[in-house]
């Protein structure tokens, strides 16, 4: 699966390790159930008949002009023309099949995403328990979304200490020994 994400270019899983990646990926086909398998089918059959009706069309424009396709040529004509749209039809399966994983990919990795647009509400101000969406300009209320305040908060804010923490990321309190130190010498 690594090998669709490099040629179809999808920036969001380039930052996660192999194993995240395969996480990732398996925690979409959970979420997206039996459609996984049964939507990609649908467009493979449907692709399929779509090449052939095509190749049919081309069949009898064939034949009404007098090619010659007859007896032999002919079932090798049908018999390619069926090869063809079977790998049509997995083509198009493998395709749909990605296109719905990548997508629940995403909702997974932005999970804090707005429900109207889809933007990204991390790094917003949360008010009484709800975000303005800046784009769409939407109330998205953190409960009804099952979002915590934590959801928003960015990677940077993350990793930041604390105000008041040392290097370590312990408090110093006002009476420590480095900061007494600090003033004697």
């Given at each position: ?90 083509a198009a399966g493998a395709c749909v099949r990605w296109v719905m994983i990548v997508r629940s990919v995403r909702r997974?990795?932005?999970?804090a995403g707005c429900p109207f647009c889809e933007f990204s509400l991390v790094g917003l101000k949360v008010q009484h ?57």
């Amino acid at each position: 699966m690594r090998l669709f994400s490099s040629l179809f270019s999808v920036p969001e899983l380039a930052e996660y390790s192999d194993e995240e990646f395969d996480r990732l990926v398996w925690q979409a086909k959970l979420r997206r159930g039996d459609a996984v398998w049964v939507v990609p089918m649908a467009a493979g059959l449907l692709a399929a008949a779509a090449w052939m009706g095509f190749g049919a069309l081309l069949t009898y424009g064939l034949k009404s002009a007098g090619s010659g396709l007859v007896g032999a040529p002919f079932k090798y004509w049908l018999l390619g023309n069926a090869f063809v749209a079977l790998l049509t039809a997995i083509a198009a399966g493998a395709c749909v099949r990605w296109v719905m994983i990548v997508r629940s990919v995403r909702r997974i990795i932005n999970r804090a995403g707005c429900p109207f647009c889809e933007f990204s509400l991390v790094g917003l101000k949360v008010q009484h328990g709800w975000v303005r969406c800046p784009e769409c300009g939407q109330r998205v209320y953190l409960h009804e979304h099952k979002l915590t305040p934590e959801d928003l908060v960015t990677e940077a804010q993350k990793r930041a200490p604390l105000e008041g923490a040392g290097p370590m990321g312990a408090l110093k309190g006002p009476g420590s020994k480095r900061q007494t130190a600090g003033r004697r010498g």
